[in-house]
């Protein structure tokens, strides 16, 4: 058994993962991202003692943790754009010092995009391609990438992270710290804010998020579908630079937006169509996430099999750059 903790803007889950891929036990916690460092770790650690009561916890090995970057996975540090407190925080450490977790078996550490990458490879989307992207489009976008059949991490594993490409050089100032990011345009934030901009008020009841805009957009209402048709444009612009520089087979797309359906893929396949000209990018595979929204945890699990012994059958190969 594999444990996995996905930790991202909106919520932070836990999980105990079979050898096959299957969620046998899950916890989660929404993420206090307005709180202290403290605060924030609290949340893992309740999700931690909430999963150590299953009797499948027993059988765990070995623990991955897929976390909103940027990750520094040699440190074991994150410093996630969407979660304030937490810069240069030693999750890792923090995590390995939970009186549950197995002794002598420190946990591997990815970004939430890269995690969920290791999960469409490994039983996934993107299972039978040799080369993909494959993003994270939720509170904020991320991304992952698989080349010549390999997990590729980069050097200290952030390698792929597509929502902070600049798609708009005169853009509005990200809080990476560059402007015009994918993320500021095609994130579930980012498509509630431009719509409530754009005049859009949400069905009584509701709350602003991207999910009501979408249900506003499968309604017809022009200004719902305008948002998406804008999001997507920035998607399609980000995934079209990236097969440009390393040529995909498919781009696999999954996170809370993904939940959109068509009001999502259908523009954005129009404007990738626009984007992506050149002879070896034109007609790239767009398909969505098998795992939904359980991806980040699955590749977490399936990255930390890939650190057990020699021999050991692991689920996927890791390939990193050394520094």
Sequence with gaps: MYGALDIGGTKIAGAVVSQEGRVLARAERPTPVHDSASTVMAAVTAVLNELSTQPSWRSVSCWGIGSAGPV???????????????????????????PGLPTGRRPILLGDAVAM???????????????????????????????????????????????????????????CGSRGCVELLASGTAIARHALDAGWLPPSGTAATAMSVAASARGGNATALAVFDRAAQALAAGIAATATLVELDRVVIGGGVAQAGDVLFTPLRRHLASYATLSFTRGLDIAPSQHAMDAGLIGAAAAAASTLRPGTRAPLELHRTAV
């Design 117 to 175: 990458t290791a999960a469409e490879h490994w039983t996934g989307a993107a299972r039978d391609v040799a080369n993909a992207l494959c993003m994270v489009v939720s509170t904020g976008v991320g991304g992952g990438l698989v080349l010549d059949g390999r997990l590729h991490t980069g050097t200290t594993g952030n390698a792929g992270h597509i929502g902070h490409i600049s798609v708009d050089l005169d853009g509005e100032h990200c809080p």
């Design 72 to 98: 520094d996975t040699g440190a074991g540090r994150v410093s996630p754009v969407n979660i304030p407190a937490w810069r240069d925080f030693p999750l890792v450490d923090k995590v390995a010092a939970h």
